[in-house]
């Protein structure tokens, strides 16, 4: 019956359901196979998002953003091989899912490496040179000025990488040397250093902000 009571009971119950939904926390993934989980997950949930450790391609189920973490990337990828997980985050990438990698996420996320043969992503139109500052420079830190920032960014690099070179649609954000170590495409965010060993939260904000949309 129009107008009855007891029909507007029922739709202020599902009008506080969906407002509850709402306000439920956005879950960001962190791939948890190997690498710098913990620190990601830490600083997400001081962030106020739920973080998700990732290991089967079931838990890309709705995120609203995925970080793939620093480690080793040939390790990383071999096990993603295994679990279906590189075509799960690239059908999860390339429907709009936006990802984050950092240092050994950054290599997986390349299109091509300027070294041995290893599974990658192939998320983003760059050629990635591993552990590209040298032996001898096995980690360091360094202040950034970071496209977008305010203020300049210190990053932690370990063995990392650099972009040796970009294609169309990656936007650089910095450099070292004129060797790209920070780079976004449109639901893509690179760091070849790693933000979640420091206490500056910037760049996960910046994550959830600008790439996720949160
Ligand atoms: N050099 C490592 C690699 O190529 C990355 C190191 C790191 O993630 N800290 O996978």
Same mark, same amino acid.
């Given at each position: 019956m129009?107008? &009855?009571? /007891?029909?507007n009971g029922?739709r202020?119950v599902?009008?506080?359901? $969906? @407002?509850?939904?709402?306000? &439920?926390?956005k =879950?960001?993934g +962190?791939?948890?196979?190997?690498?710098?989980v913990?620190? !990601?997950?830490?600083?997400?949930?001081k962030l106020? +998002?739920e973080?998700?450790e990732v290991?089967?391609?079931?838990?890309?189920?709705r %995120? /609203?953003?995925?970080i793939?973490p620093g480690?080793e $990337?040939?390790t990383?990828?071999?096990i993603?091989v295994e &679990?279906g997980l590189? @075509?799960g985050v690239?059908s999860?990438?390339y429907k709009?899912?936006?990802?984050?990698?950092?240092c /050994?996420?950054m290599v997986?996320?390349? &299109?091509?490496?300027?070294?041995? =043969?290893?599974p990658? %992503?192939? %998320?983003?139109?760059a050629l990635?040179e591993r552990n590209?500052?040298?032996r001898? +420079? !096995? $980690?360091?830190?360094?202040?950034?000025?970071?496209?977008g920032f305010?203020?300049?960014f210190?990053? +932690? #690099?370990i063995?990392?990488? #650099?972009?040796?070179d970009?294609g169309?649609?990656v936007?650089v954000m910095?450099?070292v040397?004129? =060797?790209?170590?920070?780079a976004k495409g449109?639901?893509i965010?690179?760091?070849a250093?790693h933000?979640?060993?420091?206490? @500056?939260k =910037? #760049? !996960?904000?910046?994550?959830l902000?600008?790439?996720?949309?949160?």
């Open positions: 129009v107008g &009855s009571g /007891a029909e029922e202020r599902t009008a506080r359901r $969906s @407002d509850r939904e709402d306000e &439920s926390p =879950r960001i +962190v791939l948890a196979l190997q690498g710098d913990r620190e !990601h997950v830490e600083i997400l949930k106020g +998002v973080p998700v290991r089967t391609i079931e838990d890309l189920d %995120l /609203a953003g995925l793939v480690g $990337s040939t990383i990828g071999k993603m &679990s590189l @075509d690239r999860f990438f709009g899912g936006p990802v984050w990698g950092t /050994a996420g997986l996320a390349a &299109s091509a490496t300027t070294g041995p =043969r290893q990658l %992503l192939g %998320l983003m139109n990635v590209g500052f040298g001898q +420079v !096995h $980690s360091f830190e360094k202040e950034l000025e970071i496209e305010e203020e300049p210190v990053g +932690v #690099f063995r990392a990488p #650099f972009f040796e970009v169309p649609g936007e910095g450099e040397d004129g =060797r790209v170590v920070a449109e639901n965010l690179v760091t250093f933000p979640e060993l420091t206490d @500056d =910037r #760049f !996960h904000e910046y994550f902000r600008e790439v996720c949309g949160i």
